[in-house]
């Protein structure tokens, strides 16, 4: 979630901690207040639930979560010595050069899509790879292999897709959220201009504040007496001395 997500969210639970102290003045206030009131509540709960999992799945996301790197170092160690033989037959047996070159420094999907080439490609070849020192299963070793890094390159699309439907989630419920809290606002408005602190309380508690900034109500500053304007009384002159 992004800050400004945060703070909304955080807004959205005040109104919520509001509602239950002063259930007076929502029986009071129209109807559809507090269906208002329960829509938000359950915009809350989406917001949370989205929230969750746009955390979940972009840990998923991440290259550093999956096995990725283990499963495309056991790619290659099953390509190297399909394709070295290949390189060594070159010019003896026709049509092996097929299966003689290791990708470059590809990402996993260039390096599934290579190996599933290789031991495709392969299959014509089982005889001679076999009889040329490699294992009988070289070719089904390879085509786990790439079985197992494809699976686990799908499984991280799947959770940056998971985790895109989350944010594109948390972003519509947000918006839902501030039209009901001001729909909220103008149903409360008439019952709530008869009490300066009640309407203080509830400003306080729909506002979205700004990072680090806690919302509380302020208590207006009391009253001081003003600085007496009368002058000073001043001293009276010395009567003149008789001539």
Excluded: Y
Aim: glycine share 6%; net charge positive.
């Amino acid at each position: 979630m992004t800050n400004k997500q945060q703070r909304s969210l955080q807004s959205f639970r005040r109104v919520q901690g509001w509602a239950v102290a002063h259930t007076d003045i929502l029986n009071a206030a129209p109807a559809p207040v507090s269906a208002h009131l329960a829509t938000l509540n359950e915009v809350v709960t989406r917001i949370e639930t989205n929230a969750v999992t746009q955390d979940v799945q972009h840990r998923l996301s991440t290259r550093d979560s999956t096995d990725a790197t283990l499963r495309r170092k056991a790619v290659r160690d099953a390509m190297a010595p399909i394709a070295q033989v290949a390189r060594t037959l070159h010019g003896t047996v026709f049509g092996i050069s097929a299966i003689s070159k290791m990708p470059g420094n590809a990402d996993n999907e260039h390096l599934v899509g290579a190996a599933i080439s290789m031991a495709e490609n392969s299959m014509i070849f089982r005889t001679t790879l076999i009889e040329h020192g490699l294992q009988p299963d070289c070719i089904e070793t390879l085509q786990v292999a790439a079985a197992a890094l494809k699976s686990s390159v799908d499984v991280r699309g799947l959770a940056k897709s998971a985790g895109v439907g989350a944010s594109k989630g948390i972003h519509a419920a947000v918006q839902q959220g501030i039209k009901l809290v001001s729909l909220i606002d103008a149903g409360l408005l008439s019952q709530l201009r008869t009490s300066a602190s009640n309407l203080a309380s509830w400003r306080n508690a729909k506002r979205v504040t700004t990072k680090g900034v806690v919302g509380v109500i302020v208590p207006p500053a009391s009253a001081v007496s003003a600085p007496s304007t009368t002058s000073p009384a001043t001293t009276a002159a010395p009567a003149a001395h008789a001539a």
